[in-house]
T-cell receptor
Framework: EAQVTQNPRYLITVTGKKLTVTCSQN?????MSWYRQDPGLGLRQIYY???????DKGDVPEGYKVSRKEKRNFPLILESPSPNQTSLYFC??????????????FGQGTRLTVV | KNQVEQSPQSLIILEGKNCTLQ??????????LRWYKQDTGRGPVSLTI?????NTKSNGRYTATLDADTKQSSLHITASQLSDSASYIC???????????FGTGTRLQVFP
C-alpha cells in the first residue's frame, strides 16, 4: 500500500531536549516536505527536499533541521524544542510528473507538545 | 501576496442534505487547485486536483468546480453522510514548483 509513515504519532517532551520525528514513504517520490498545522492557520511549510541531499527552507524553518540521506526518508529534527513548537506536524511526498507535481500524499501526523 | 481564502469557516448540515464550500485564491503563477479532506487529527487526503483548463471534476459524491478567470473554486457534496464530517481544505499549487498555498479550511459537521 502506498503510504507516508510518520513516527511517533504523539510526543510530549520538555524544553531543550532534542528530538527527531521520522518520515518514510514507499512510493519512490523525489519530493518530500514537512508542514506544521496550528489552530486557525493553514498548513505551513517548514522544510522541503527535491531529492537526496537536496533540502531547502520553507516558510517557517526556524528551530528545525532536516536531512535527506536516502530517497525514502526525511526526518525532522528539533535540536532544542521550545513551547512555541507545540503543534501538529505532517510529512508529505509527491512525484514530479510530465505535467508538474502530482498530488501530495500526507502522513498521519505527529502531535508534539513541548512543556 | 499569494493567498487562499475559504468560506464558510464552519458549516452544520443534516445527513442527506447537499452543501457547497467556497474557495477564492490570489495565487500566481497558478498550476493547479486541489481539495483535500482532513479528518480530525489525521493527515489530509486528496479529493480532486484540477488544472486551469479543467472547470469541473468529480470524485463520487464530491464535485469540484474551477473558474480560473474569477479565481474561484467550489466543492459540492451531494447527499451528505455522517462520515463527511471533517475539514475541507482548498490548496493551490504554484506553477513549476511543489509550493502549496493552503486555505484554513471549512469545518463541516453532518448530524443525523
Amino acid at each position: 500500500e502506498a503510504q507516508v509513515t510518520q513516527n511517533p504519532r504523539y510526543l510530549i517532551t520538555v524544553t531543550g531536549k532534542k528530538l527527531t520525528v521520522t518520515c518514510s514513504q514507499n512510493m519512490n517520490h523525489e519530493y518530500m516536505s514537512w508542514y506544521r498545522q496550528d489552530p486557525g492557520l493553514g498548513l505551513r511549510q517548514i522544510y522541503y527536499s527535491m531529492n537526496v541531499e537536496v533540502t531547502d527552507k520553507g516558510d517557517v524553518p526556524e528551530g528545525y533541521k532536516v536531512s535527506r540521506k536516502e530517497k525514502r526518508n526525511f526526518p525532522l529534527i528539533l535540536e532544542s524544542p521550545s513551547p512555541n513548537q507545540t503543534s501538529l506536524y505532517f510529512c508529505a511526498s509527491s512525484l514530479l510528473g510530465q505535467g508538474g507535481f502530482t498530488e501530495a500524499f500526507f502522513g498521519q501526523g505527529t502531535r508534539l507538545t513541548v512543556v | 501576496k499569494n493567498q487562499v481564502e475559504q468560506s464558510p469557516q464552519s458549516l452544520i448540515i443534516l445527513e442527506g442534505k447537499n452543501c457547497t464550500l467556497q474557495c477564492n485564491y490570489t495565487v500566481s503563477p497558478f498550476s493547479n487547485l486541489r481539495w483535500y479532506k482532513q479528518d480530525t487529527g489525521r493527515g489530509p487526503v486528496s479529493l480532486t486536483i484540477m488544472t486551469f483548463s479543467e472547470n469541473t471534476k468529480s470524485n463520487g459524491r464530491y464535485t469540484a468546480t474551477l473558474d480560473a478567470d474569477t479565481k474561484q473554486s467550489s466543492l459540492h457534496i451531494t447527499a451528505s453522510q455522517l462520515s463527511d464530517s471533517a475539514s475541507y481544505i482548498c490548496v493551490v499549487s504554484l506553477y513549476n514548483t511543489d509550493k502549496l498555498i493552503f486555505g484554513t479550511g471549512t469545518r463541516l459537521q453532518v448530524f443525523p
